[in-house]
């Protein structure tokens, strides 16, 4: 079985500070990992992807995230915060590459940035 | 660019009707979901499909059902609606392969009342 944790269902930054938002997963078998963005009243919109390849993956609007097997981790960062970026993200977990295979999401965090 | 198309943005029924969620995608992709979100819980999955007129059960079917007639083309229904599936409807599509990212709609906000 797979799952996703979100530490922090809300976190607070300022305009200009770094984002860390923290995921942690569990899977028996290496993962694909997905974080997405969901802006107000919109569906989720994918981020990144971590697919075997590359452990530092490069997403949109600056992110990026690290996968490290050894702490079954895969936080997202973004060295500088724009007021754009206020939005909920979701982490994600894909245990198999086979067509019936689902994703586990995280249950969330919030991103408020201040100016 | 993919697209997934929900029919409606927002939707308000009564206890006890039949409720139909449409959901069309432009990508020709084998696998259909359909999630519903609610605050604190994240996306949990209803029912998906793999393929035309196949379907399996998500996290959370009861009271629910699906119909794929087409490749493009995923409904969920609501048997009998009740006012605990009052939610964000979300459905999403994906080709045949797990490592590959799934594409969402921009959601169904259902209300019963």
């Known amino acids: 079985a797979q799952s996703v944790t979100q530490l922090g269902s809300h976190v607070s930054v300022s305009e200009g500070a770094l984002v860390l938002l923290r995921c942690n997963y569990s899977s028996s078998v290496p993962p694909y990992l997905f974080w997405y963005v969901q802006y107000p009243n919109q569906g989720l919109q994918l981020l990144l992807k971590y697919t075997s390849a590359a452990t530092l993956v490069k997403g949109i609007n600056g992110f990026e995230a690290e996968f490290k097997k050894s702490e079954t981790s895969f936080h997202l960062t973004k060295p500088s915060a724009h007021m754009s970026d206020a939005a909920e993200y979701f982490c994600a977990v894909s245990a198999t590459n086979s067509g019936y295979s689902t994703l586990t999401f995280g249950k969330g965090t919030m991103l408020l940035v201040s100016p | 660019d993919v697209k997934v198309t ?3 943005r927002y939707l308000v029924k009564r206890t006890g009707e039949k409720v139909f969620l449409e959901c069309v995608q432009d990508m020709d992709h084998e696998n259909m979901f359909w999630y519903r979100q609610d605050p604190g819980l994240g996306l949990r999955l209803i029912y998906f499909s793999y393929d035309v007129k196949m379907k399996e059960k998500g996290d959370i079917p009861e ?7 087409k ?17 964000m409807y979300l459905c ?17 906000r259902l209300s019963i009342l």
């Open chain 2, 6 to 8: 929900q029919s409606s």
């Open chain 2, 63 to 69: 009271g629910y059902s699906v119909s794929r007639e």
């Open chain 2, 71 to 87: 490749k493009e083309r995923f409904s969920l229904i609501l048997e009998s609606a009740s006012t605990n599936q009052t939610s």
């Open chain 2, 92 to 108: 999403a599509s994906r080709t045949g392969q797990g490592r590959q990212p799934q594409h969402f709609g921009d959601g169904t």
